[in-house]
């Protein structure tokens, strides 16, 4: 069943969508549903140039998904991803699995989100 999760974000961030896995999870709805997640990926791409680093010369290593404020690789949010590898996390921002190598025209400072209690926090600034 659905839930939807209501918290003040920063930069008018849009509230994810829940739901409950059957391990009892709560995870986001993109992560569970992939064709949620390529439609939500699509237009991080078309709208936000979501792209590899080496589709663009104004790419930057430090500016990769990986090391983005919106990029979420939480212990929680791995077991909703199912990944095991470390290569992906949850774009907070896009809603939309993405890898840690590339990067959008959205990027922002002071990732990745990798505890819970610093993702507590963010929502709650």
């Known amino acids: 069943m659905p839930t939807i999760m209501i918290s003040i974000l920063p930069d008018g961030m849009p509230v994810d969508t829940m739901e409950e896995t059957e391990e009892g999870n709560s995870c986001p709805l993109p992560t569970q549903d992939p064709d949620m997640n390529m439609?939500?990926?699509d237009m991080a791409v078309y709208e936000y140039n979501y792209r590899e680093p080496n589709t663009s010369v104004a790419f930057r290593n430090d500016e990769s998904c990986g090391t983005c404020g919106m990029y979420n690789q939480t212990e929680?949010?791995?077991?909703?991803?199912?990944?095991?590898?470390?290569d992906t996390g949850y774009c907070q921002l896009l809603k939309f699995v993405c890898?840690?190598?590339n990067t959008c025209d959205k990027w922002a400072e002071g990732g990745p989100i990798t505890s819970d209690l610093q993702?507590?926090?963010?929502?709650n600034l």
Do not use: A, L, R, V
């Open 39 to 41: 439609e939500n990926m």
């Open 76 to 86: 929680s949010m791995q077991e909703c991803i199912d990944d095991e590898s470390g």
């Open 99 to 101: 890898s840690s190598q």
């Open 119 to 123: 993702g507590e926090y963010k929502d």
